[in-house]
């Protein structure tokens, strides 16, 4: 592995070898050192072009704990805001001698443009483009799942064969929906879209999803293992994508009743940022089910073994 741009392409034998030694870097992370040498002598840029707060936070953290140096670089602030290109930025990054680039951007596909370009020989890992991936947030997703499911012992080497997955909510504007069906797929995992007609994402049809318009149906129906509840992204949204809030919570909100329906081991997710009382309600984002602070927790390690897996050991053009 050279970047991490997507999970559309990552092979299934690619995404089992992240989450294992995500596995292992969060085995390292109990003890009292937690400090690893791995990536001593490396420079990581955090290049950031869209606000984040635990997505930045957690790629420094896994950074620092594989003790590269790291720089957050924020477009707000920097030279980009008056007007630099992606390409003189790149290129300063290589002149800085950058190892590793992790890059938020409000634009689909500029990660891949980044890493293609020939413009820096650094490893590009994509932290969020536009509406496209957020490949790092799906592998936490994942790695949550089958800590949740199977225990830490019983994750190792494991899929989500036959894990009925429910993702809810704003569809149309997520990467982090896009990147978890692809790698639920490759994963085994049976995953069904919900949301008003508005909210499904253009060519959902052609996707191997399950698309419903109604979240008590698919309770009933798809008896899920996961119900992942995703923000209603207002930045997004050019149009009335659906009544008025109220209106959304009742028909597609997490609720209590709802919480009640749900199997005995079915798990409650949300990437955050929530939007409490709208796609979830309090009991549910901080109940026994609720496992949105594990998901930030595990986000760590699973960025210790991208970073880790990308960025340690020589790195040559054309691997
Ligand atoms: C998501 C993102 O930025 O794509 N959040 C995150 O990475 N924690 C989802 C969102 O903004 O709703």
């Known amino acids: ?15 089992l070898l992240l989450l294992d030694t995500a596995e292992e870097m969060s085995a390292t992370q109990q003890r009292e050192m937690r400090k690893l040498p791995a990536l001593r002598g490396k420079t990581v840029v ?10 930045r936070i ?10 590269a140096d790291v720089i957050n670089f924020s477009a707000k602030g920097s030279s980009v805001s008056k007007g630099e290109s992606l390409k003189d930025t790149a290129q300063t990054l290589q002149a800085i001698g ?15 443009r980044l890493a293609r370009s020939g413009w820096i020989d650094a490893g590009v890992l994509n932290a969020g483009d536009g509406t496209h991936e957020h490949p790092t947030q799906a592998l936490l997703d994942a790695f949550t799942m089958r800590r949740r499911l199977f225990g830490a012992e019983g994750s190792r080497g494991r899929d989500l064969d036959g894990v009925s997955v429910v993702i809810v ?21 049976n995953v069904t879209f919900v949301a008003p007609e508005t909210l499904q994402p253009y060519g959902a049809r ?3 999803v399950t698309v419903r318009h109604s979240l008590d149906e ?3 129906e798809d008896a899920p293992d996961v119900v992942m509840l995703l923000r209603i992204q207002t930045e997004r949204m050019h149009a009335a994508f659906f009544p008025n809030e109220r209106e959304y919570a009742r028909h597609w909100g997490l609720d209590d009743a709802r919480l009640g329906v749900l199997t005995e081991r079915a798990i409650v997710m949300h990437p955050g940022p929530m939007n409490r009382g709208l796609e979830i309600s309090s009991t549910a984002a901080d109940g026994p089910r609720s496992t949105v602070l594990e998901q930030v927790e595990n986000g760590v390690s699973v960025r210790m073994a991208a970073l880790y897996l990308l960025l340690s ?5 054309n691997d």
């Open 1 to 15: 592995m050279r970047h991490l741009l997507d999970t559309r392409t990552l092979a299934k034998d690619d995404a």
């Open 218 to 220: 698919a309770l009933r």
């Open 46 to 55: 955090n290049l950031f072009y869209e606000d984040s707060t635990r997505t």
């Open 58 to 67: 957690s790629f420094e953290a896994a950074a620092k704990r594989l003790s």
């Open 313 to 317: 050991g020589e790195r040559s053009s």
């Open 206 to 208: 052609g996707w191997p």
């Open 169 to 189: 909510g704003d569809l149309a504007h997520s990467r982090v929906a896009r990147s978890n069906l692809w790698l639920l797929n490759v994963l085994g995992a």
């Open 98 to 112: 950058a190892d590793g680039v992790v890059i938020r951007h409000p634009a689909s596909g500029a990660p891949e």
